[in-house]
């Protein structure tokens, strides 16, 4: 049977100094939706941007924006994330915050109006969700370790999206991401776990490859369902 799968483009590896043209090239070529990583510097090894920055691609496109807060501390600075535009908000369930402050971010980005998610690293089991699956809008399984574009893909972490598809059952209005090493070479392994939403960041920004053939290319392998056995 053929799904839909839909596309959110990281900028992580774009040209900074010209958002306009990047997202109106991306725009263009058919994504979905944009996926804003930003990274502190403390819980990942590097660092993108903030909240100042969501609210310019805020400005810039119509697209629902998904914020992936790779940051120590979610529910300090969620109330900026919100308040610049993010359609989607996703922290770390590894982050060292208690279980209550992590059910309270999410509280305050469904109060808001706003979709929750949580983000899982490669290590982590998707059993850490089990508290949490219940309120939430979506998960983004990593299929590199978060901090850095243009990694390799890691196939053994992806087959948890068909744990975490399960987990969510048939509720309406729910999303598992991909994130990390997605591209047309890899997004069947990802589509045959039953992945809502490519995150696809480097390979839309490659010299000579043409972005809309891309895009295009990895919703076809990742909507390609295999026979049932
Ligand atoms: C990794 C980020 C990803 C990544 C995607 O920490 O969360 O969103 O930048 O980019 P590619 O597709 O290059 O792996
Ligand atoms: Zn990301």
Redesign the pocket.
């Known amino acids: 049977m053929a799904r839909s799968v839909q596309v959110s483009a990281?900028i992580?590896?774009a040209d900074f100094g010209n958002l306009y043209r990047v997202i109106r090239k991306l725009e263009r070529a058919g994504v979905d939706r944009m996926?804003l990583?930003v990274?502190d510097g403390h819980f990942?090894p590097n660092i993108t941007f903030g909240p100042d920055v969501v609210a310019a691609v805020r400005r810039l496109t119509r697209l629902p924006i998904d914020a992936?807060l790779?940051i120590s501390e979610p529910a300090r600075y969620i109330d900026r994330f919100i308040a610049a535009g993010a359609d989607t908000l996703t922290f770390h369930i590894e982050v060292a915050e208690s279980d209550e402050t992590k059910h309270e971010t999410i509280a305050t980005i469904r109060g808001a109006g706003r979709v929750p998610g949580l983000a899982i690293s490669p290590e982590t089991p998707p059993s850490a969700l089990d508290d949490y699956i219940a309120d939430l809008g979506m998960v983004i399984v990593?299929t590199?370790e978060?901090?850095?574009?243009?990694?390799h893909f890691m196939p053994g972490p992806a087959a948890k999206i068909a744990d975490v598809r399960r987990m969510f059952g048939d509720r309406p209005d729910t999303q598992v991401h991909a994130?990390?090493?997605?591209?047309a070479d890899t997004a069947a392994i990802v589509g045959g776990y039953g992945v809502d939403v490519c995150?696809?960041?480097?390979?839309l920004f490659q010299r000579g490859r043409d972005t809309a053939l891309e895009v295009q290319a990895v919703k076809r392998e990742a909507a390609y369902a295999p026979p049932e056995r």
Not at 146 to 151: D, E, I, Y
Not at 179 to 183: E, F, I, L, R, S
Not at 199 to 203: D, L, T
């Open positions: 990281s992580t590896t996926h990583d990274m990942v992936h790779m990593m590199v978060p901090g850095f574009g243009a990694q994130d990390g090493g997605v591209a995150i696809v960041g480097s390979a």
